[in-house]
Every structure is written in structure tokens, then in C-alpha cells.
């Protein structure tokens, strides 16, 4: 029996990238408790939850949804720290 190729295994680093804007939406956000805030927690660990559901437990029983959640935002808060220290660029005219 082959595997079906459309499943998919990978957290991608798109993933990781919209995981990390939502993430810092709400935690670096001036008000935590504000409407904006606490939509864009409830938006990332939606998120989370459904990649962990699509792409970790099918395959790796002995992952952790806890597991899973601090490892993604382990990587969330590793891309954003490299984002700040990048320098800025110049605007294209």
C-alpha cells in the first residue's frame, strides 16, 4: 500500500511565518486583553491545534498537542528574533 502524497507530514516555514505574525499580535500588543489581541490568540492556537491535527498526531502518536504547541512557538519566537535584527531596507521608489 502506498502512502498518499497529499498528506501532509510538514510544519512549512509558511506556517511558521503567519504562526509568528499572529503570535506577536498578541503578544506584543500594547493592550493584551483588547479585541484585536485576544482574536489573533484565539486565531493562532486555532491554527495550532489544526496542524497538529493534520500534520503531527495521524503520524507521530508520541508527540504531544503540549509538545507540539511549545515547539511552534519556540520556532515562532526564534523567526520573529532574527526578524528584528535584520536591518532595515530602503524603501523602493
Same mark, same amino acid.
Given at each position: 500500500?502506498?502512502?498518499?502524497?497529499?498528506?501532509? %507530514?510538514?510544519?512549512?516555514?509558511?506556517?511558521?511565518?503567519?504562526?509568528? @505574525?499572529?503570535?506577536?499580535?498578541? #503578544?506584543?500588543?500594547?493592550?493584551? @486583553?483588547?479585541?484585536?489581541?485576544?482574536?489573533?490568540? %484565539? @486565531?493562532? @492556537?486555532?491554527? #495550532? #491545534?489544526?496542524?497538529?491535527?493534520? $500534520?503531527?498526531?495521524?503520524?507521530?502518536?508520541?508527540?504531544?498537542?503540549?509538545?507540539?504547541?511549545?515547539? #511552534?512557538?519556540? %520556532? $515562532?519566537?526564534?523567526?520573529?528574533?532574527?526578524?528584528?535584527?535584520?536591518?532595515?531596507?530602503?524603501?523602493?521608489?
Amino acid at each position: 500500500m502506498s502512502e498518499d502524497p497529499a498528506a501532509r %507530514r510538514l510544519v512549512t516555514p509558511t506556517d511558521i511565518i503567519g504562526l509568528a @505574525e499572529l503570535l506577536d499580535r498578541f #503578544v506584543s500588543a500594547d493592550d493584551p @486583553e483588547s479585541a484585536p489581541a485576544k482574536a489573533a490568540e %484565539r @486565531e493562532y @492556537e486555532a491554527a #495550532v #491545534v489544526s496542524l497538529f491535527d493534520t $500534520c503531527v498526531k495521524p503520524y507521530y502518536s508520541s508527540i504531544t498537542l503540549h509538545q507540539f504547541r511549545g515547539h #511552534v512557538r519556540w %520556532r $515562532c519566537r526564534q523567526f520573529l528574533a532574527l526578524q528584528a535584527r535584520k536591518p532595515p531596507t530602503k524603501p523602493s521608489v
